[in-house]
Nanobody, 115 residues
């Protein structure tokens, strides 16, 4: 059973930065893709950023140029570096890994952007 554990969330002021990490229980490049999603109160979960097993990345228009994905292959981690944070970025952030037949989700980490 694959496990994903997110960390790095917290309270940050507008304009600040945070790094989220998703630790997987297996080599992250064995997945078809790994992604970050977020869900704000009362809203649907939305894709933030995604990386394929081959390293191709996509970003939601709302975060492009501010957020960046990176990997730590030795520790099986996917990072999401978030810069110039805005109050609209406030949400629970979830990591997802997609395998050939199943998807895995982490438990989420809260990000709050507020002064």
């Amino acid at each position: 059973q694959v496990q994903l554990v997110e960390s790095g969330g917290g309270l940050v002021q507008p304009g600040g930065s945070l790094r989220l990490s998703c630790a997987a229980s297996k080599n992250i490049f064995t997945f078809l893709s790994m992604s970050w999603y977020r869900q704000a109160p009362g809203q649907q979960r939305e894709l933030v950023a995604s990386m394929t097993g081959g390293g191709t990345t996509i970003y939601a228009a709302s975060v492009r140029g501010r957020f960046a994905l990176s990997t730590d292959n030795a520790e099986n981690r996917l990072h999401l570096d978030m810069n110039t944070l805005k109050p609209d970025d406030t949400a629970v952030y979830y990591c997802k890994a997609r395998g050939p037949e199943i998807e895995y989700w982490g438990q989420g980490t809260q990000v709050t952007v507020s002064s």
